[in-house]
């Protein structure tokens, strides 16, 4: 059963089955963004994503992105699909914090809220990810395994310069600029995260799986052409 | 009374909240709008539900009083959404119900539900989703290792033990 394809069909109702899966599409030059896809039975694929500060979507999966199917046991498919319709609820008027540390941040069931430790001040698209599967019990990366990567600081300083033009408020820029220089969970990261059997992934079987996932990417942004590709 | 009629308690009678058997009177509440503020069932006490007769006059209406607990509530509804095969509105239910209750600190009456959850007449999909929805609440819930050993019992005998423990996986 193929764990990664393209995802090639506009928004419909499916009689299939109720799932969940990562979906993910190249924004820019190295850039990639990344979201979970959640859907009922008969219903709609939505696309749960950050899309930035304090902008959270929910919103019809649409053609063109790479979705990478972790493999969870149907029950467990189907509690994060209610996570994820639960998130939504609690986080669509005000959406949430974006920010680059990540020190294994999950939403509380307690409260629905976020919960993120020491000086985590927010989310990045991939680490929603991870803050949402870990709210289920589902951790997808060894978050104490990860290493920095000599292009991070770049993308950290690029992040706090565009949260500045676009009016972020000055405490938060504060709380992002110290976080400055901490590894990074790239969105390719977290989809290579998934296609790895043994959770959580570890630094080295995530990043070796998501250059399968990669490829898939730089294929799909070459040609866009329809294909489904089993992994 | 039936799962069915349960339902078309929900969706037809009006609920006294808090009351142990009065009749209906300015504090009544249309069902609908206590479910919406799904915290007044977390009171820890009786939900009064009061059913009109259909086709009577109202100034006569014959009320039926029942008596329920919010257990019983919480666990009739999910199980006869579930019964309808509305298992996604069952699970959303649970969790949205749930994450109120640990919101507002309720987790005797969170306790008293998973204690009262029978796995064998419930659906694999709304026992995980109790599990999972539990489990960061699960320091405060000690009827919650209970429900999980009792899970996985049926879970191994509906799925077998392989099934059984990629289900659970975590949820420990």
Redesign the interface.
Known sequence: MARVWIHQVAPEESEEQ?FTAVALKQVGRGQYHIGIVHR??R?LIDLLHLAWHHDLKNEPLRPGFVVVDPDL????A??V???C??VW??HQSGGLPYGIKYTEG???????DLLLEGQTCGLTCATFVLALYA?????LLAVDTWKTRSDDVAWHRRVVEILRQTGASLEHLESVEAEVGCARFRPVDVAGGCLVDE?PASFEAATTAAVGVLEILRTLSKDGSARKRSQ | MSLAESIDLFADTQTVAGGSSGAPSAAIERSSDVRRRSGALDFGGVVTVVKRMQGRPESSATVAIVDKGVVEVFLEHMQALSERNMLDAALDYVFDTMDRWFDKGSFELSNRVLRAVDPSRTHEDLLIGLLTISHTARSHLTARADLLARAREVLEHRLGVRQANRALSGLE
């Open positions: 109720a009922r039975d219903g046991s149907p029950p467990r189907r509690s699909a209610a996570m319709r639960l609820q609690r999950r939403f509380d069931a307690r409260t629905a709210s289920c019990a589902i951790p959770r």
